[in-house]
């Protein structure tokens, strides 16, 4: 997690340099929404995932459903995270160009959680 945490800062430090892209102030460990609009799907999509992952963690407990379903619905709730993200920074933002590095970081995170459930699963096997 470390190396996907420095290797998130070198490339959006990169990626603002390259596309000039102002820097935003904001607190470490908080999530700004764009508008009241972002604050609700987004809070839609947090707590729908919730339930579909606590669902298919009890199908995988439970049932013995394969692991693979779990990696699908991570991939897919992160992925529709960042998208929304990034497509209200672009339509509504101050800066615009803020949704490359939101972009940028959803990439590296997503082949970082690839990355892990494919050790997980060969030290599984």
Not at 47 to 65: D, F, G, K, P, R
Not at 73 to 93: G, M
Request: include cysteine; proline fraction near 2%; charge should be positive.
């Amino acid at each position: 997690m470390l190396f996907v945490f420095i290797l998130n800062l070198i490339v959006k430090f990169l990626l603002r340099r390259l596309m000039k892209i102002e820097k935003e102030n904001k607190p470490f460990f908080s999530y700004n929404h764009i508008n009241a609009l972002h604050r609700k799907i987004d809070w839609f999509i947090r707590i729908t995932s919730a339930i579909a992952l606590i669902v298919i963690n009890c199908l995988i407990i439970l049932e013995s459903y394969s692991i693979n379903l779990l990696l699908i619905a991570t991939f897919f709730f992160i992925l529709l995270d960042y998208a929304v993200r990034a497509l209200f920074e672009c339509k509504y933002s101050q800066n615009p160009k803020q949704y490359i590095l939101t972009i940028s970081e959803g990439i590296l995170f997503l082949t970082a959680i690839i990355i892990m459930f494919d050790y997980l699963l060969i030290k599984l096997s």
